[in-house]
């Protein structure tokens, strides 16, 4: 049974947690598409490709395959109960209460670390337009119009969440029917050099060895980072059971298109080896076709992606938070919401925290953001293993009559979602190997043990609050 704290005494959270459901269909979609693109597509993949050339191509593929298995998993998991804190709930669920505590805060702990990086990678983009400008005054721009729109309503999020998904979608369509033109017809300046051929004639398809394409790895998932927000937006979906499964199943076909699908234009028409890391792709692939605007356009479209960011961000920390606070592991007054049915405070603490990261990135290196996005690719891992090993939980549940089957069920057996497992190990494997990422290793124990004691200790205060272990003795 779920908790939450009133006036010292612990009591059922009802299953209607007080949110307006007012995300529909279109919504829910939109924001689906939006979470599998963000600026480690049109960013990170530059230094992806000067790493490992086309191959990189295989890699989005099998970390796609890998995203679609968590994504049903989590599917099977919201029709069998959606709710707003849904990684933590079903953790603590299926997997005990000390693993829904530490999911929880680690969710909040990603989306405020992206918020931070996010918000100032946004202000690094408009000065593109606006170089006069002071960095730190534009990020608190954005900042507090983001933290406006998410406390007025949910409908607000959602539609600024679709528009913003539009942009990027629109944007990648765009430049991928053009890529199709200047391979098929000739035109452009790049109409003599761009062919197909160009995946494997310069060095061939692994021009730098396999090994170097499984360590992309890592950079590949930091970009499906945020595809698991659909799950977060349970609590407010006018129709979960039909609206979320719908959204999981189109997920293929998105990536498909706007990943595989744009990267084997892009290295149709540019040769790999001219790419740079720290370049986007798409800037220096429309480039050499000779679109005038090019830089502009792609330069609006990444400052799209990382406000899109950190929207979610302050939407799924509010959250997040609120949950932990309605259970007790949070302070109380997390908990309550506004006039418009949103968690309010908890989204002020949350902005409040990416307002830190606004000043910190103004201090230090440019080099922060790589490790804060390290930091969160972690997180990241963390939550997705916690999907998987919570629905292969529930799947012994329903099948043996303990719990009521889902009306969504995720494909194959067990044996999927473990070797889903496994190449989350493999890639938090990766991120120790590679000196540039290792930092966020050394982060992560020590948030780890920042949880292990503020468990403790609120377990010293109140045992009811963080039990030992609260599942029923049937496993679940």
Known sequence: ??????????????????????LGSRQIQMIAIGGAIGTGLFLGAGTAISKAGP????SYAVAGVVIFVIMRALGELLTYRPVSGSFAEYAREFLGPFAGFVTGWTYWLFWVVTG???TTA???????WAPGIPQWTTALVFLVLLYAANLISVKLFG????????????AIL????????VLTLGFSDAGDTASIT???????????????????????????VGVELVGVTAGESEDPEKTLPRAINTLPLRIALFYLGALVVILSLVPWSEFQPGVSPFVA??????IPAAAGIVNFVVLTAALSSCNSGMYSTGRMLRDLALRGQAPGRLTRLNARRTPAAAITVSCLLMGVGVVLNYCVPERAFQYITSVATVCGLWTWGAILASQIRYRAAWTSGRLPAPSFRAPGGNWSRVLALAFLALVAVLIGVDPDTRISLYVFPAWALFLVVGYAVLRRRDPALAPVDSRPEDGR
């Open 1 to 22: 049974m779920t908790q939450q704290v009133t006036d010292g005494t612990v009591e059922p959270v009802p299953e209607e947690e007080g949110y307006q459901r007012g």
């Open 55 to 58: 191959s990189l191509i295989l």
């Open 116 to 118: 931070m990086a996010e």
């Open 122 to 128: 946004a202000a690094v983009y408009v000065r593109f």
């Open 159 to 170: 539609e600024i969440e679709f528009w913003f998904s539009m942009v990027k979608v629109t």
């Open 174 to 181: 765009g430049m991928i029917l053009i890529g199709v033109g």
């Open 198 to 224: 160009n995946l494997w004639q310069d060095g061939g398809f692994f021009p730098k060895g396999v090994g170097a394409t499984v360590m992309t790895l890592q950079i590949v998932m930091f970009a499906y």
């Open 285 to 290: 692939a429309f480039g050499k076709v000779g």
